[in-house]
């Protein structure tokens, strides 16, 4: 069994900073890439970030230039450090993992973390 565990959401106000880890534990053969999702309230879920085992990353434009996504590949775990935070960052965020987890590969979702940026 696979589980994904994020961290490190919160309240903080208009420029302000998070730094978000997820942990990927359980039966895990191989992490091929791991990411942040966000989903605002009446929107559907979107991708903030994205970084593969080799280190190639994606962002949505939305992102770009105020978070950097990284991962510790030895740990299973991957970070979203959040600056300059903007009230329209206000979303769960979920963590997800393209894994193998030694039977099948398949997509693994965190329980999600509230991020609330408002002054």
């Known amino acids: 069994q696979v589980q994904l565990v994020e961290s490190g959401g919160g309240l903080v106000q208009p420029g302000g900073s998070l730094r978000l880890s997820c942990v990927a534990s359980?039966?895990?053969?191989?992490?091929?890439?791991m990411g942040w999702y966000r989903q605002a309230p009446g929107k559907q879920r979107e991708l903030v970030a994205s970084?593969?085992?080799?280190?190639?990353?994606n962002y949505a434009d939305s992102v770009k230039g105020r978070f950097t996504i990284s991962r510790d590949n030895a740990k299973n775990t991957v970070y979203l450090q959040m600056n300059s935070l903007k009230p329209e960052d206000t979303a769960v965020y979920y963590c997800?993992?393209?894994?193998?987890?030694?039977?099948?590969?398949?997509?693994?979702w965190g329980q999600g973390t509230q991020v609330t940026v408002s002054s």
């Open positions: 359980g039966s895990i053969f191989s992490i091929y890439a």
């Open positions: 997800n993992a393209d894994l193998n987890n030694w039977r099948t590969r398949g997509d693994y």
């Open positions: 970084i593969t085992s080799g280190g190639r990353i």
